[in-house]
Protein backbone atom coordinates (compact mmCIF):
# COMPACT_ATOMS: atom_id res chain seq x y z
CA UNK A 1 0.00 0.00 0.00
CA UNK A 2 0.93 3.32 -0.19
CA UNK A 3 3.71 4.52 2.51
CA UNK A 4 4.55 8.39 2.91
CA UNK A 5 7.75 8.44 4.87
CA UNK A 6 9.02 12.00 6.57
CA UNK A 7 12.37 12.76 7.38
CA UNK A 8 14.38 13.97 9.64
CA UNK A 9 12.04 12.80 12.46
CA UNK A 10 13.88 15.64 14.66
CA UNK A 11 15.27 18.83 13.85
CA UNK A 12 16.81 21.30 16.64
CA UNK A 13 18.12 24.76 14.98
CA UNK A 14 19.33 28.08 16.78
CA UNK A 15 16.67 30.49 16.22
CA UNK A 16 17.01 32.35 12.54
CA UNK A 17 18.63 29.00 10.81
CA UNK A 18 16.30 27.73 8.21
CA UNK A 19 14.57 24.07 8.25
CA UNK A 20 13.10 21.69 5.83
CA UNK A 21 11.44 18.27 6.06
CA UNK A 22 11.10 16.38 3.39
CA UNK A 23 8.15 13.80 2.64
CA UNK A 24 8.25 11.01 -0.17
CA UNK A 25 5.57 8.63 -0.98
CA UNK A 26 6.08 5.09 -2.88
CA UNK A 27 3.02 5.99 -5.09
CA UNK A 28 2.32 9.26 -7.17
CA UNK A 29 -0.05 11.01 -4.81
CA UNK A 30 -3.46 13.24 -5.81
CA UNK A 31 -2.43 15.71 -3.41
CA UNK A 32 -0.63 16.72 -0.35
CA UNK A 33 -1.23 18.37 2.76
CA UNK A 34 0.81 20.05 5.32
CA UNK A 35 -0.13 20.04 9.44
CA UNK A 36 1.50 21.62 12.24
CA UNK A 37 1.27 20.21 15.63
CA UNK A 38 1.91 22.47 18.55
CA UNK A 39 3.26 20.69 21.62
CA UNK A 40 0.01 19.74 23.52
CA UNK A 41 -1.70 20.22 21.04
CA UNK A 42 -3.82 18.36 17.57
CA UNK A 43 -2.39 18.70 14.33
CA UNK A 44 -3.72 21.94 12.00
CA UNK A 45 -4.19 22.37 8.51
CA UNK A 46 -1.72 24.50 7.10
CA UNK A 47 -1.92 23.76 3.22
CA UNK A 48 -2.93 21.69 0.77
CA UNK A 49 -0.68 20.98 -3.08
CA UNK A 50 -2.31 19.74 -5.95
CA UNK A 51 -0.56 20.17 -9.13
CA UNK A 52 2.80 18.70 -10.56
CA UNK A 53 5.58 21.23 -9.25
CA UNK A 54 3.67 23.42 -6.92
CA UNK A 55 5.11 26.01 -5.05
CA UNK A 56 3.04 28.01 -2.35
CA UNK A 57 4.26 29.99 0.35
CA UNK A 58 3.07 31.78 3.54
CA UNK A 59 5.05 33.89 5.23
CA UNK A 60 8.42 32.10 5.72
CA UNK A 61 7.05 29.06 5.06
CA UNK A 62 7.44 27.59 1.35
CA UNK A 63 5.63 24.30 0.08
CA UNK A 64 7.10 22.28 -2.67
CA UNK A 65 5.29 19.16 -4.67
CA UNK A 66 7.69 17.73 -7.15
CA UNK A 67 7.44 17.37 -10.36
CA UNK A 68 6.52 13.23 -10.28
CA UNK A 69 4.09 14.22 -7.51
CA UNK A 70 5.63 11.38 -5.28
CA UNK A 71 7.62 13.89 -3.00
CA UNK A 72 7.08 17.31 -1.15
CA UNK A 73 8.88 19.37 0.91
CA UNK A 74 8.24 22.40 4.02
CA UNK A 75 10.71 24.59 3.70
CA UNK A 76 11.15 27.78 7.05
CA UNK A 77 13.31 30.48 6.80
CA UNK A 78 14.63 32.41 9.33
CA UNK A 79 13.13 30.22 12.19
CA UNK A 80 11.30 31.74 15.17
CA UNK A 81 10.49 30.03 18.30
CA UNK A 82 6.74 30.41 17.49
CA UNK A 83 7.53 27.76 14.55
CA UNK A 84 8.27 24.36 17.75
CA UNK A 85 6.02 21.76 16.65
CA UNK A 86 5.88 18.89 14.51
CA UNK A 87 5.09 19.28 10.59
CA UNK A 88 3.21 16.44 8.84
CA UNK A 89 2.89 15.54 5.78
CA UNK A 90 -0.55 13.63 5.07
CA UNK A 91 -1.16 11.85 1.04
CA UNK A 92 -4.98 10.79 1.16
CA UNK A 93 -6.02 8.79 3.93
CA UNK A 94 -2.20 8.48 4.89
CA UNK A 95 0.70 10.66 7.38
CA UNK A 96 3.93 10.66 7.57
CA UNK A 97 5.77 10.19 11.15
CA UNK A 98 6.00 13.54 11.43
CA UNK A 99 9.19 15.72 11.98
CA UNK A 100 9.52 17.40 15.30
CA UNK A 101 11.22 21.33 15.50
CA UNK A 102 12.62 22.46 18.11
CA UNK A 103 13.93 26.10 18.51
CA UNK A 104 16.83 27.31 20.28
CA UNK A 105 16.75 31.21 21.42
CA UNK B 1 -17.57 28.08 16.47
CA UNK B 2 -16.69 25.11 13.93
CA UNK B 3 -15.41 23.01 15.98
CA UNK B 4 -14.67 18.85 16.14
CA UNK B 5 -14.72 17.49 21.16
CA UNK B 6 -13.69 14.45 21.96
CA UNK B 7 -14.63 13.06 25.39
CA UNK B 8 -12.90 12.20 27.67
CA UNK B 9 -9.93 14.33 27.06
CA UNK B 10 -7.20 11.81 29.42
CA UNK B 11 -8.94 7.99 30.69
CA UNK B 12 -6.58 5.76 32.36
CA UNK B 13 -8.45 2.17 32.86
CA UNK B 14 -7.34 -1.29 33.34
CA UNK B 15 -7.02 -4.47 30.98
CA UNK B 16 -10.39 -5.35 29.63
CA UNK B 17 -12.72 -2.90 30.85
CA UNK B 18 -14.53 -1.67 27.73
CA UNK B 19 -14.92 2.05 27.29
CA UNK B 20 -16.05 4.55 24.32
CA UNK B 21 -14.58 7.44 22.96
CA UNK B 22 -16.99 10.32 21.87
CA UNK B 23 -16.65 11.98 18.98
CA UNK B 24 -18.44 15.43 17.60
CA UNK B 25 -18.45 18.01 15.01
CA UNK B 26 -20.63 20.34 14.09
CA UNK B 27 -19.58 21.73 10.70
CA UNK B 28 -22.20 19.06 9.17
CA UNK B 29 -18.76 17.01 7.64
CA UNK B 30 -19.35 13.84 5.56
CA UNK B 31 -16.24 12.60 6.47
CA UNK B 32 -14.91 11.60 9.98
CA UNK B 33 -11.80 9.32 11.17
CA UNK B 34 -10.22 8.36 14.07
CA UNK B 35 -6.13 7.97 14.23
CA UNK B 36 -4.15 7.06 16.82
CA UNK B 37 -0.64 8.93 17.58
CA UNK B 38 2.23 6.99 18.99
CA UNK B 39 5.63 8.63 19.40
CA UNK B 40 8.18 7.88 16.15
CA UNK B 41 4.88 6.33 14.10
CA UNK B 42 3.06 9.82 13.42
CA UNK B 43 -0.54 9.46 12.95
CA UNK B 44 -2.22 6.28 12.13
CA UNK B 45 -5.62 5.79 10.84
CA UNK B 46 -7.89 3.06 12.76
CA UNK B 47 -11.28 3.96 11.33
CA UNK B 48 -12.69 6.24 9.05
CA UNK B 49 -16.54 6.83 7.31
CA UNK B 50 -17.54 8.29 4.47
CA UNK B 51 -21.05 9.22 5.93
CA UNK B 52 -23.75 7.61 7.93
CA UNK B 53 -23.93 4.06 8.57
CA UNK B 54 -20.87 4.06 6.30
CA UNK B 55 -17.23 2.99 7.70
CA UNK B 56 -14.33 0.96 6.93
CA UNK B 57 -10.71 0.09 8.66
CA UNK B 58 -7.86 2.05 8.42
CA UNK B 59 -4.25 1.09 8.77
CA UNK B 60 -4.57 -0.32 12.62
CA UNK B 61 -8.23 -1.34 13.07
CA UNK B 62 -7.41 -4.32 15.32
CA UNK B 63 -9.46 -3.91 19.20
CA UNK B 64 -11.33 -0.77 17.76
CA UNK B 65 -14.95 -0.71 16.68
CA UNK B 66 -16.95 2.28 15.11
CA UNK B 67 -20.25 3.63 14.12
CA UNK B 68 -21.68 5.85 12.37
CA UNK B 69 -25.53 6.65 12.93
CA UNK B 70 -25.55 10.02 12.85
CA UNK B 71 -23.55 12.53 11.07
CA UNK B 72 -22.20 14.57 13.60
CA UNK B 73 -21.00 11.83 15.85
CA UNK B 74 -18.53 8.66 15.76
CA UNK B 75 -17.54 7.31 18.50
CA UNK B 76 -14.07 5.09 19.42
CA UNK B 77 -15.27 1.63 21.03
CA UNK B 78 -12.59 -0.21 22.80
CA UNK B 79 -14.59 -3.32 24.02
CA UNK B 80 -11.84 -5.02 25.60
CA UNK B 81 -8.75 -2.54 25.81
CA UNK B 82 -5.15 -3.70 26.17
CA UNK B 83 -1.98 -1.95 27.06
CA UNK B 84 -0.77 -1.58 23.61
CA UNK B 85 -3.63 0.35 23.19
CA UNK B 86 -2.07 3.46 25.55
CA UNK B 87 -1.62 6.35 22.99
CA UNK B 88 -3.07 9.38 21.92
CA UNK B 89 -6.10 9.22 19.78
CA UNK B 90 -7.71 12.37 17.37
CA UNK B 91 -10.74 12.59 15.55
CA UNK B 92 -11.01 14.25 12.76
CA UNK B 93 -13.85 15.53 10.25
CA UNK B 94 -13.51 16.97 6.84
CA UNK B 95 -16.34 17.97 4.10
CA UNK B 96 -16.56 15.10 1.88
CA UNK B 97 -13.73 15.02 -0.79
CA UNK B 98 -10.31 14.55 -0.36
CA UNK B 99 -8.93 17.64 -1.08
CA UNK B 100 -10.91 19.04 1.94
CA UNK B 101 -8.53 19.63 4.94
CA UNK B 102 -9.02 17.73 8.04
CA UNK B 103 -10.20 19.05 11.04
CA UNK B 104 -8.83 17.85 14.26
CA UNK B 105 -10.41 17.51 18.03
CA UNK B 106 -7.91 18.09 20.77
CA UNK B 107 -7.03 14.36 21.38
CA UNK B 108 -7.82 12.10 23.94
CA UNK B 109 -4.69 10.52 26.04
CA UNK B 110 -5.88 6.82 26.91
CA UNK B 111 -3.48 4.70 29.50
CA UNK B 112 -4.48 1.15 29.76
CA UNK B 113 -3.01 -0.55 32.55
Known amino acids: GQQVMQIPQYQHVQEGEDFTTYCNSS?????IQWYKQRPGGHPVFLIQ?????EVKKQKRLTFQFGEAKKNSSLHITATQTTDVGTYFC?????FGAGTRLTVKP | EAQVTQNPRYLITVTGKKLTVTCSQN?????MSWYRQDPGLGLRQIYY???????DKGDVPEGYKVSRKEKRNFPLILESPSPNQTSLYFC????????????FGPGTRLTVL
Open chain 2, 92 to 103: ASRAGGLFNEQF
Open chain 1, 49 to 53: LVKSG
Open chain 2, 27 to 31: MNHEY
Open chain 1, 90 to 94: AGPGR
Open chain 1, 27 to 31: TTLSN
Open chain 2, 49 to 55: SMNVEVT
